[in-house]
């Protein structure tokens, strides 16, 4: 079994900064991409940051230039540096990734438990 463990949530002032993280951990074989979701009270889910396993990122748009996506593969580990925060990233942050594991030897997406963020004064 895989495991996805997030960690780093929280209550920030705006224009303050989080950083999440999310290790994961169990009977991986490879780890492709890696990235993060959020979904806010009355909305769907989107995908806020994406980060492969060559390293190549790409953002949603409302947090270009604020968070930055990073990943350290030796520690299986994908991490979210958010700064300069607003009240409208307030959300529940769900680490997402594709995973090929011993066990069965293919791919499939393991999700995190999430974790809240609330950006709020």
């Known amino acids: 079994q895989v495991q996805l463990v997030e960690s780093g949530g929280g209550l920030v002032q705006p224009g303050g900064s989080l950083r999440l993280s999310c290790a994961a951990s169990?009977?991986?074989?490879?780890?492709?991409?890696m990235d993060w979701y959020r979904q806010a009270p009355g909305k769907q889910r989107e995908l806020v940051a994406i980060?492969?396993?060559?390293?190549?990122?790409n953002y949603v748009d409302s947090v270009k230039e604020r968070f930055t996506i990073s990943r350290d593969n030796a520690k299986n580990t994908v991490y979210l540096q958010m700064n300069s925060l607003k009240p409208e990233d307030t959300a529940v942050y769900y680490c997402?990734?594709?995973?090929?594991?011993?066990?069965?030897?293919?791919?499939?997406?393991?999700w995190g438990q999430g974790t809240q963020v609330t950006v709020s004064s």
């Open positions: 169990g009977s991986i074989s490879r780890i492709y991409a």
């Open positions: 997402h990734a594709d995973i090929k594991t011993y066990t069965y030897f293919r791919r499939d997406d393991y």
């Open positions: 980060i492969t396993d060559s390293g190549s990122t």
